[in-house]
């Protein structure tokens, strides 16, 4: 049961990820004063990271399959929650005139990258 739900899981992550670069290049584009929605956005999206990657710790404690693949998944998964949890801090902790959309839109895109990497190194699909 835990693999089945760090496994769906992914698609909760993907699609908050979109939902967090799509409302921040429209806020880069429209000239949007940075707001509560989208620290509220990235924290959603820092916190189905982890929560995945809690999933995902426990299926390593508790499934006894341990394959050389699995080690570049977890490092791969390990990148990708720090650089939300980078982006996601550092952006709440700046003074307000200096907040932008475009550490958000840069940051999720390589937490992306790192996810869909890190599903390919188990040999899994991305979709399916």
């Given amino acids: 049961m835990l693999l089945q739900a760090h496994s769906g899981f992914r698609y909760l992550v993907l ?3 979109i939902i967090v670069i799509l409302y921040a290049a429209y806020g880069l584009a429209t ?3 940075y707001g509560t929605r989208m620290r509220v956005l990235s924290g959603v999206f820092t916190g189905i990271v982890d929560l995945t990657a809690v999933l995902g710790l426990l299926v390593v404690i508790f499934y006894t399959n341990f394959y050389t693949q699995l080690t570049g998944h977890i490092l791969m998964m390990v990148l990708a929650v720090v650089t939300a949890h980078v982006v996601h801090g550092v952006m709440k902790r700046r003074p307000q005139q200096d907040k932008s959309f475009t550490p958000h839109i840069l940051g999720t895109l390589i937490v992306m990258a ?7 190194a188990i040999g899994r699909p991305i979709i399916g």
């Fill in 15 to 17: 699609l908050a990820g």
């Fill in 31 to 33: 000239k949007r004063k």
């Fill in 114 to 120: 790192c996810i869909v990497a890190g599903i390919m």
